[in-house]
């Protein structure tokens, strides 16, 4: 189902499926990230659905907190984002140890063509989400950096949530992968 209007990057609360169908395979992210080839499985195998709660705390910050689920109800990595750019650890039991950070930015603020490019008039006038997470090499022995910009894009005549992925590995030496991840808009969360 289609996004609707009021559904914004200034309010992104609701709940997404993600569109396996229309979205990149991202199996070569996750073995790069160290994801055992059982759980590249089992992700491959399941819908992904995601549960967003857009908000301001009562320090005044932006949060985007998101729930993930895989279908049949197994719980998938949990996103807590404040938007205000600060390193922040977290463990989590898909991607090992986590350094993440996230912020707004206008469109021409973002370097890299393919994460600032396709979004909706809405999302470029209201600025994206931009949400880096890394490997915490010291904890986990690995090095790789995943960066996305969120927002909506009309796909196919449907305006739909999208992340754009820009993922470098120390193991990939020919350069970046770039991926489209699509969400379904399943109403109100």
Do not use: C
């Amino acid at each position: 189902m289609a996004a609707p209007p009021e559904v914004t990057t200034k309010n992104m609360t609701g709940k997404y499926v993600m569109n396996k169908t229309l979205s990149d395979d991202s199996d070569d992210i996750l073995k790069l990230q160290g994801v055992s080839w059982f759980k590249r499985r089992a992700i491959s195998m399941f819908t992904l659905t995601l549960v967003v709660k857009h908000y301001t705390d009562e320090d005044g910050f932006e949060r985007v907190d998101i729930q993930q689920t895989l279908s049949g109800g197994i719980s998938g990595t949990n996103e807590e984002r404040t938007l205000d750019w600060k390193e922040r650890e977290q463990y989590s039991d898909v991607f090992g140890a986590v350094i993440g950070q996230s912020k707004r930015v206008k469109v021409e603020e973002v370097d890299d063509e393919f994460l600032k490019s396709g979004w909706t008039e809405d999302a470029v006038k209201d600025g994206l989400i931009l949400a880096v997470a890394r490997s915490d090499t010291e904890k986990s022995g690995m090095v790789w950096k995943a960066e996305q910009t969120w927002g909506f894009e009309v796909l196919n005549g449907e305006r739909r949530y999208a992340r754009h992925v820009r993922f470098t590995s120390s193991e990939k030496k020919d350069g970046p992968i770039f991926k489209h991840l699509y969400y379904d808009y399943a109403g109100p969360s």
